[in-house]
């Protein structure tokens, strides 16, 4: 018995076929497990012989018929897609960089029964500012929908658990970068990372950033906030 079927058999008995039922006509969740799979696959990026990154939030964008037949069931259901999809990377020897999200979104130009597959390969952030550090900061840094304070000290970004913010990307130094708040500006330093970073698209090992500059680091971008600064 394939993945594919086990997943159904499960999914049938968690919720005693009311789901197949509700989407006989419509998009079946075994079609939806076998895109997620298929999205994981062609969208791999080898790290190792053995290991290889894929994306870990999916947006499953549905019509509006299938959205409402999908809204009594969209927990239990993102919940055994994400144990099938942990399932397929176990014997892929993949990597998420990040927990598993699958959300289900409405698309006015999709009908019954189609869908498709937005993805993304979104690390995991661990910073150690308060929600207070946060509020008082006129600088800081967007990343993956976190905020994280800058300070005059600096702050020293990378993979390693000597980083002052954590971020789980396998293409992310063990200290791959600084940010730092001046009086006036704030400016990155590459720290000699394995991959560099990259400034607004252009390759630098340092530079001044206004509000709005994005740095990527890995597959990592981090967007700069800047809100005021005392003259």
Excluded: W
């Amino acid at each position: 018995m394939s993945g594919l079927q086990r997943f159904e058999q499960r999914l049938e008995s968690m919720i005693s076929g009311a789901f197949a039922r509700a989407f006989r006509s419509a998009v079946q969740p075994v079609e939806i497990a076998a895109a997620l799979q298929r999205e994981c696959d062609n969208n791999a990026q080898i790290l190792s012989r053995q290991r290889r990154l894929v994306p870990n939030t999916f947006h499953v964008e549905l019509s509006a018929a299938d959205m409402t037949r999908l809204a009594p069931y969209d927990s239990a259901l993102a919940s055994e897609l994400s144990q099938q999809l942990h399932q397929h990377a176990e014997t892929q020897a993949y990597v998420f960089p990040g927990p598993i999200v699958i959300d289900f979104e409405e698309a006015a130009d999709l009908t019954t029964g189609r869908f498709r597959i937005r993805s993304q390969a979104q690390a995991s952030v661990t910073g150690h500012a308060s929600d207070t550090e946060v509020r008082r900061a006129t600088a800081f840094l967007d990343i993956n929908g976190t905020r994280h304070p800058l300070h005059a000290g600096g702050l020293v970004v990378g993979r390693g658990t000597d980083a002052d913010l954590r971020i789980n990307d396998p293409g992310v130094s063990r200290k791959h970068a600084e940010f730092r708040q001046t009086d006036t500006a704030v400016e990155v330093h590459d720290l000699g990372s394995t991959n560099g970073m990259l400034v607004n698209g252009q390759r630098m090992t340092s530079s001044l950033l206004d509000d709005g500059s994005v740095v990527r680091i890995g597959n990592t971008d981090i967007v700069v906030r800047i809100q005021e600064f005392d003259v």
